[in-house]
């Protein structure tokens, strides 16, 4: 099975590049990029999990993207 860690958002990723282009600009000393700062958790599901539930699920923990993954723990989709 994959060792998924969590997802970025591109928005966060604007975020950090634009504060980075302000230090540079303004000649400050730039903090060290970590990605992991950035991940956000991954919703990992089944895919026998019933779309009810899913969505019951997205609303619940305030996000709209899942990993669904079979019965071996290996990827089988992303759904949004």
């Known amino acids: 099975p994959e060792h998924l860690l969590g997802y970025v958002h591109v928005k966060d990723l604007l975020r950090v590049w634009e504060e980075r282009r302000t230090s540079i600009d303004r000649r400050r000393p730039l903090r060290p990029f ?3 700062r950035w991940l956000r958790s991954l919703l990992v599901v089944p ?6 539930q899913l969505i019951d699920e997205f609303r619940t923990n305030h ?3 899942a990993m669904v993954v079979d019965e071996f723990g290996s990827t089988v989709g992303l759904v949004t």
């Open 34 to 36: 970590d990605l992991r």
């Open 47 to 52: 895919e026998s999990k019933p779309i009810v």
């Open 63 to 65: 996000t709209h993207l």
